[in-house]
């Protein structure tokens, strides 16, 4: 085995299972590993560098940045940080925003923002606050966000968890409907599903709920931690059912493929919740993280990346559904967002993801079953047919196999 992984294997937590290969530089939507082997790499940090690996503009507001002032703790204030929540807020339409790091981070501050909005503008009473989320969500791995989870392999060995937090079936506005009740702070939902395998809710999900949280006063919040910034063709999922939610989370593709960056983004009255001391984060909102994060919004908007991401998607999910394999019962995506649903009868997800890997594409599985395909958003259009072309011949090959077993 190489000494890499082996070595990584005795020192490294084994949280994850990676593919067999070693990467050691990466430039556009091209990475190399330690043998010299060049991939298009398709799974692009899930969806943390949609601007492609060492974007030069990015490594240059790093590299300026990083000389300049990098952290000095929100004790003091920086240059960098407003100019950076300002065209945040001004691209996604929110009042305010409020820095961290991870997307986890993110959504927690998302989660007690929501309490808090219901004790003291609600008028929910003390410890009882509610949070309904979706069957099949990601949004993190602390306990509270795990505590959201339906899936036992994210929660199993990690309790107690907190308690007001439930969830209900995906896509489903009615469920939502049933589940609100008179503590319930907020709806908190993925535009559509990540890590839960790319699953798009039916067309106007997303606006009845909203619809359901405004007549019930119950806060909407959208996760687009994954799905934010031009991932699915529009700059945030929420805008392909014109939906504007009371809360909004980015990260991943918000740091620019660099650092980690995200935001919890609300209305005034909402953010109003948070008064000095009761939320933090020691590096969230740091000048170098700031710096990076403005260039990778202006990047996005001066390079149309969203466009980008609309126009290849289509294109790539075209050639996806012209490939007809009986190892595939369902292609499905919205921009470079993209899932290839593997029948398990047939061949794990896995199988595939290892041999794309041997043609020079990277992926990952995202479950048993879902081959996941969300390049950087800069992919142009011979990439997304060479992809395509390795994707076709790796499932014929797959066909045989299974034909003469
Ligand atoms: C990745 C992800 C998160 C968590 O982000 P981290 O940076 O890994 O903490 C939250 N929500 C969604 C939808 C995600 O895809």
Redesign the pocket.
Known sequence: MNATIELENQYCAHNYHPLPVVLVRGEGVHVWDDAGNKYVDMMSA?SAVSHGHANPRLVKALSVQAATLSIVSRAFHSDKLAPFLKRACELTGQDMALPMN????A?ETALKAARKWAYEVKGVARDKAEIISCEGN????SIAIVSLSADPEYKEGFGPFPSGMSTIPYGDPAALAAAINENTAAFLV?PIQ??GGINIPPAGYLSECAEICRQQNVLLIC?E??TGLGRTGKLLACEHDGVKPDGL?L??ALGGGIL?V?LFLAKQELMDVFQPGTHGSTFGGNALAAAVGLEALNILVEDELVERSREMGEYFLGLLQTINSPLVSDVRGKGLFIGMEIDPAMATAREVCVRLMKKGLLSKETHETVVRFAPPLIVNRDQLAWAADQIRDVLADMDLVAKAS
């Open positions: 899930y991870t997307g986890s981070e959504v990601f949004h993190g791995r993925e990540g890590e996760d931690v994954q989370i990260g991943k980690p995200s």
